[in-house]
């Protein structure tokens, strides 16, 4: 999972996934990265937690429009 997380969080910064981009569910990310979808979860949940994503019910899952570490700078 740590992996995952670590790889989504660099494309995210590194503007490889844009904001308001919706990822794939995680049944798909899961079979395209040859884990399990727990896996994925995992690594959708932590960043969420971190603000690095959010959740829409019944819609998906989608790259934030302001990261942590934006923010931060915007002293929010």
């Known amino acids: 999972m740590r992996v995952l997380h ?10 490889r996934l844009k904001p308001g981009l919706r990822l794939p569910s ?8 040859g884990v399990s979808r727990n896996t994925v979860m995992g690594a959708y949940d932590l960043l969420l937690s971190e603000g690095y994503l959010f959740a829409r019910h019944g819609a998906g899952t989608y790259v934030a429009e302001a990261w942590p570490e934006e923010r931060r700078k915007m002293g929010a």
Do not use: K, Q, V
């Open 6 to 15: 670590r790889e989504l969080r660099a494309a995210i910064l590194d503007g």
């Open 26 to 33: 995680t049944r798909i990310l899961a079979d395209s990265w």
